[in-house]
Structures are given as structure tokens and as C-alpha cells.
């Protein structure tokens, strides 16, 4: 493969008797939109835990992240390294603006101060796409829509290489969520990798350009999307896990 990003071999999380992850492996490529699709409860978002160590890391496996070892550093080291994420279940500091909120993580995560964080915030929220005159309003007053931009926003103002987003059209009406799909491959064409866990499959398979496919912590399948998502053995696993 041309330029891995992001490789993981035999990548396997327990949970005392429970395999939430098994013995996953798969590469994303430097400047793509890799996919990341499942039923509920499959390991999406445990995987993601396994590659950014928030809260933890794999029990086994290897994890390299532009060439070198990640699966044995620290959440801020792997960080540090240019791998941001956003979370299912959004945060917020509903106190503080848009403004406030983006430039916290460009001066606690990026250690930017005065005009550079300033301007790593604006820089964020413009590629976001954020609305210039609601920058200073209360976060507890933004739409669902908003709050997701600023979720994103605040991920991206560290300027990673690769951006981790778990479920991100959760919440959002069929207009926000085409504007979500502009505002993805926007951030991607400014440079950024992107890995996307995602239910709606619509968005998923607009934005991707390669699609993985977990069930039972395990990978189904990997490949192009819309040829992925036809698979037989996919259908069942969508179905099954439906009907259960
Ligand atoms: N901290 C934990 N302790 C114990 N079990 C866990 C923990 N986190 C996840 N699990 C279990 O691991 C399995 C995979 O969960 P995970 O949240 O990764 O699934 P998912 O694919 O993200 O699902 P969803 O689409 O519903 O978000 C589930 O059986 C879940 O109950
Ligand atoms: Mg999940």
C-alpha cells in the first residue's frame, strides 16, 4: 500500500470474558476517507479507544501511526504525534463561546498562546465552515448542527494529520447532514485523513473511499464501498443484528 497512515495488525481489546475487538488489522492511506461501518455493539468504538488510548489501549496488537509504534504511548504522545478524535457522545462547556471553546484546545492540547492560538482558532472554525457571528455565543445556545461544527472545530485546531470521528451525524436532520458531508471532504481536501465510524450509511458511503465492515469485534469485510456494503455476508450482518 502507497504511504500508510495508519496501520493496525492483530489489534485485540478484552473486557474480562468479553472480545470486544479481535485480532483486527487493516491500513488507511495517507489523504483518504476511510470508512468504518458495523451493527451495534461490533467494536467500532472500542477500536477507536484501542488506536487514540482514550481511555485505554489494546490488549494486543501492533498500532503504527505514520511509521512508528503508537499502542505503548500515552493519549497526549499519540496526540502530540498529529491523531486527533471526537467522541460519540459530544462534550461541551456550555459556559463558554465557540470562540472560547476551539481556542481551549488550541492553547491546552496545542500550547498555542496569544495571536498563533488566536489564529489557529479562527483558521478551525473557518474550515468548519462556523457562522462569523455566532463565534461569540454561548455553546448551550447553538443548534445541533453548530455543536457538531464545533466538536470538529476543536479537534481540528490542533492541525492533525488524521481525524477520528465516531458517529458524527448523529442527531442531524437530512439538510444538516449534506452539509456535514460538504464540510468532510472540505477538511479533507485541506490535507486531513479521515476515519469514520458512521450509521448513516448514506453520508458513509458519499464521503469514503474505502469502507471497513466489523461484526462481533471481528473485520467482515474491507474494500470499496459500494461493493462492501452489497456483500452478502454484510446484508446478514446488518439484518441479524436488526432483528435481534
Ligand atoms: N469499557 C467497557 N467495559 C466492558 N465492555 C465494554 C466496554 N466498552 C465496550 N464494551 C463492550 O464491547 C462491545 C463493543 O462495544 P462498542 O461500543 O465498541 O461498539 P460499537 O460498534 O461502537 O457500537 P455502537 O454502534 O452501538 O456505538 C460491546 O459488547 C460493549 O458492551
Ligand atoms: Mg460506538
Known amino acids: 500500500m502507497p504511504d500508510p497512515i495508519l496501520e493496525l495488525s492483530n489489534v485485540t481489546k478484552t473486557f474480562g470474558g468479553l472480545t470486544a475487538v479481535n485480532d483486527?488489522?487493516?491500513?488507511?492511506?495517507?489523504?483518504?476517507?476511510?470508512?468504518?461501518?458495523?451493527?451495534?455493539?461490533?467494536?467500532?468504538?472500542?477500536?477507536?479507544?484501542?488506536?487514540?488510548?482514550?481511555?485505554?489501549?489494546?490488549?494486543?496488537?501492533?498500532?503504527?501511526?505514520?511509521?512508528?509504534?503508537?499502542?505503548?504511548?500515552?493519549?497526549?504522545?499519540?496526540?502530540?504525534?498529529?491523531?486527533?478524535r471526537t467522541f460519540q457522545k459530544d462534550a461541551e462547556f456550555p459556559d463558554l463561546s465557540a470562540r472560547e471553546t476551539t481556542a481551549l484546545g488550541a492553547h491546552f492540547a496545542a500550547g498555542l498562546r496569544g495571536g498563533a492560538m488566536r489564529d489557529a482558532t479562527e483558521e478551525a472554525l473557518d474550515l468548519v465552515g462556523f457562522d462569523p457571528v455566532r463565534r461569540d455565543m454561548e455553546t448551550a445556545d447553538l443548534s445541533v448542527y453548530q455543536k457538531k461544527q464545533l466538536m470538529i472545530a476543536s479537534a481540528l485546531v490542533t492541525r492533525p494529520d488524521i481525524l477520528m470521528l465516531d458517529e458524527p451525524a448523529s442527531g442531524l436532520t437530512r439538510p444538516e447532514i449534506a452539509e456535514l458531508d460538504a464540510l468532510l471532504l472540505r477538511v479533507n481536501r485541506h490535507g486531513v485523513t479521515i476515519l469514520i465510524i458512521e450509521h448513516v450509511l448514506g453520508l458513509l458511503l458519499s464521503v469514503s473511499q474505502r469502507l471497513l465492515v466489523l461484526n462481533h469485534g471481528a473485520v467482515l469485510m474491507e474494500g470499496d464501498p459500494q461493493t462492501v456494503i452489497r456483500d452478502d455476508r454484510v446484508v446478514e450482518a446488518y439484518i441479524g443484528g436488526a432483528t435481534v
Do not use: W, Y
Not at 468504518?36 to 467500532?44: C, F, R, Y
Not at 494486543?60 to 504525534?81: E, S, T, V
Open 24 to 84: 483486527v488489522g487493516f491500513q488507511v492511506r495517507r489523504g483518504e476517507i476511510f470508512g468504518v461501518a458495523g451493527p451495534n455493539g461490533s467494536g467500532k468504538s472500542t477500536m477507536f479507544n484501542c488506536i487514540t488510548g482514550i481511555p485505554f489501549g489494546p490488549t494486543r496488537g501492533d498500532i503504527r501511526f505514520k511509521g512508528a509504534p503508537i499502542h505503548n504511548l500515552r493519549p497526549h504522545q499519540i496526540f502530540r504525534r498529529g491523531l486527533s
